[in-house]
């Protein structure tokens, strides 16, 4: 850890979150990555989770949690999550479903912004929401962009599979019926920075009633272009 503020509690709990920036640790691994001594690493971790600045995985690890999201937006300093707003609420109003964004957090997928159906049936995604990485059009799209070579071990239970996410990649969305609730399907498209990372997910969803068994045939075209335009925000604001 550098010098610090002088406020010795706050800089071990700053030097958790920092640790936990790139991917979600054991408590072991948060020992490593903190040096700080494995009951104060605990404490400050749980302290944490209890104001939900800290989560965690489905693994049980600790990750970032949801609270972060929430302040992130407050503050208005995130380009994407400050245009997402208006862009999501279009995307309802075009496809008359509820619109979410999605971010990876590590073996889960957070909802960052979400735009709801104003009444009927509806699926309801709340803000901050964790979801499952091994099932729903969003997650595959999250995984998609990912390194090929990383796949195999990241689809373990995954309802889809690599041939599947090569399919996403190439046409630009993902469709799913049924695979992370029943009764609900959903279609995503991917959020890229300039250098074609993967940032984020733009979604519709809603009951298969009304979105059908094949909901992209109704909705990519329009969750594809609400995508792009956040992308290309990215791209205005030189955002990574």
Known sequence: MDEGS???VLDKAAAVLSALETSPLTLAGLVTATGLARPTAHRLAV?????????????????LGTRLV??????AEDPLLTTAGPILTRLRDITGESAQLFRRQGDIRICAAAVERPSGLRDTVP????????????AQVLLAWEEPERLPRMLDGAAFTVAGLQQVR???WAQSVAEREPGVA?????VLSP?????????VSGPIERLTRQPGRLHAPAVMAAAERLSEVLRRTGGE
């Open 170 to 172: 190439r046409r630009g």
């Open 127 to 138: 803000l901050g929401a964790q979801l499952s990485m091994t099932a729903g059009s969003a």
């Open 6 to 8: 002088g406020v010795g």
């Open 195 to 203: 250098n074609g990372r993967i940032i984020a997910a733009v979604s």
């Open 186 to 190: 959903s279609v995503s498209a991917p």
């Open 70 to 75: 929430e302040l992130a937006g407050a503050a």
């Open 47 to 63: 302290a944490l989770e209890h104001h939900r600045l800290v989560g965690r995985d489905l693994q049980g690890r600790f990750v």
